[in-house]
Nanobody
Framework: QVRLVESGGGLVQAGGSLRLSCAAS????????MGWYRQAPGKQRELVAT???????DYTDSAKGRFAISRDNAHSTVALQMNSLKPEDTAVYYC???????WGQGTQVTVSS
């Protein structure tokens, strides 16, 4: 079955960086568009960034210029490099194959001011 395992979250000060990683299995990773999503307390889950099978990326406005999504098809992993973090980036971050309705457990990112 589809399995997604996120890691790399933590507590960081504003202006700092984190690199999230997601290990995927149970589907043909290399042909699927992958996304990073986040859910802040009391808010709906939102899409942050996507990367398609050709490596083309797209970002929400709040992530542009600060976050970078990448993928490693050989290892079925997708990463999210987050720089210049802000307190409003605090959330649980999830990766997901866009076409499948499966979620991992997420990884908590907390940015202190």
């Amino acid at each position: 079955q589809v399995r997604l395992v996120e890691s790399g979250g933590g507590l960081v000060q504003a202006g700092g960086s984190l690199r999230l990683s997601c290990a995927a299995s149970g589907f043909l990773f290399r042909i699927n568009t992958m996304g990073w999503y986040r859910q802040a307390p009391g808010k709906q889950r939102e899409l942050v960034a996507t990367i398609n099978s050709a490596g083309m990326t797209d970002y929400t406005d709040s992530a542009k210029g600060r976050f970078a999504i990448s993928r490693d098809n050989a290892h079925s992993t997708v990463a999210l490099q987050m720089n210049s973090l802000k307190p409003e980036d605090t959330a649980v971050y999830y990766c997901k194959a866009v076409k499948y309705p499966y979620w991992g457990q997420g990884t908590q990112v907390t940015v202190s001011s």
